[in-house]
């Protein structure tokens, strides 16, 4: 399950489109105080994190993340118009797994979401 935190919703459909192509489930929320809620609930594999969000913002939804055991390790992406550098580096110090600057091409999120899921041929094997 993928969990997309973003309140523009064209953008939000776009990614929901080519994550959905990749035959993985999402969930999609556009209000940033009912994200954490919704990704525990749902029980995300990983998380495409805007950070401009109404309710709370991308930056304590990834702090609030971070400081809970279930969600801890949990992917997240931040995808952002923001392209400073600055920016990337603050969200990967602050436990961003990477990075995303809007606009971006829906390949390059695919295969940025595919790269940081579990594969899961290792976990069947690892069974058995």
Do not use: C, Y
């Amino acid at each position: 399950m993928i969990a997309i935190i973003e309140d523009d919703r064209a953008i939000a459909l776009t990614m929901e489109l080519w994550v959905k192509r990749q035959g993985l489930d999402v969930v999609v929320v556009s209000d940033g105080a009912l994200a954490v809620s919704s990704i525990l609930q749902h029980q995300a594999d990983l998380v495409l994190l805007d950070l401009a969000l109404p309710g709370k913002t991308g930056w304590e939804i990834l702090r609030e993340l971070r400081s809970i055991e279930e969600t801890r390790d949990l992917p997240i992406i931040v995808v952002t118009a923001h392209g400073d550098p600055t920016w990337r580096e603050n969200a990967m110090a602050r436990g961003a797994t990477d990075f995303l600057t809007k606009p971006f091409k829906p390949r390059a999120l695919v295969d940025l979401v595919v790269s940081l899921l579990p594969d899961e041929e290792d976990d069947a094997s690892a069974v058995g």
